[in-house]
Nanobody, 122 residues
Framework: QVQLVESGGGLVQDGGSLRLSCAAT????????IGWYRQAPGKQRDLVAG???????NYADSVKGRFTISSDSPKYTVYLQMNSLKPEDPAVYYC????????????????WGQGTLVTVSP
C-alpha cells in the first residue's frame, strides 16, 4: 500500500515563503506523476504543480514564477517551494501521486495525502 506523507504547511506573512514536502512510502515500483493540488473553502480542488518521472513540470497559471516543484526521485519525495505568497494562496494543499506498486504483483495506484494547511496573513 502506497501512502503520501506531507509536511511544511503553516502560517506565513503576505509575500513570504514556505516549502512543502511530500514523501511517498510503501511498495513502489515506479511513480508516473507526483504533484500538489489545493482546495480553499467552498472551492474545488485544483492542480497547483506536477512533475513527471521524466522531470517534466506543469504549473497553474496563478503560481507560475512564484512556485517551484522539484523531486528527489530515488526517495520518491517531491517539494513545492512557494515564494511571494499572496492572500489568494491559502488553502489545504494535497499531495497526489500515481504509478505502479506492489511487490509480488504489480498494480497501478493513485493516492492522496492527508493535506497540509497553508495560511497567509496580511
Amino acid at each position: 500500500q502506497v501512502q503520501l506523507v506531507e509536511s511544511g504547511g503553516g502560517l506565513v506573512q503576505d509575500g513570504g515563503s514556505l516549502r512543502l514536502s511530500c514523501a511517498a512510502t510503501g511498495s513502489i515500483f515506479s511513480i508516473n506523476t507526483i504533484g500538489w493540488y489545493r482546495q480553499a473553502p467552498g472551492k474545488q480542488r485544483d492542480l497547483v504543480a506536477g512533475i513527471t518521472s521524466g522531470g517534466r513540470t506543469n504549473y497553474a497559471d496563478s503560481v507560475k514564477g512564484r512556485f517551484t516543484i522539484s523531486s528527489d526521485s530515488p526517495k520518491y519525495t517531491v517539494y513545492l517551494q512557494m515564494n511571494s505568497l499572496k492572500p489568494e494562496d491559502p488553502a489545504v494543499y494535497y499531495c497526489h501521486a500515481d504509478g505502479v506498486g506492489g511487490s509480488a504483483f504489480r498494480r497501478t495506484f493513485e493516492v492522496w495525502g492527508q493535506g497540509t494547511l497553508v495560511t497567509v496573513s496580511p
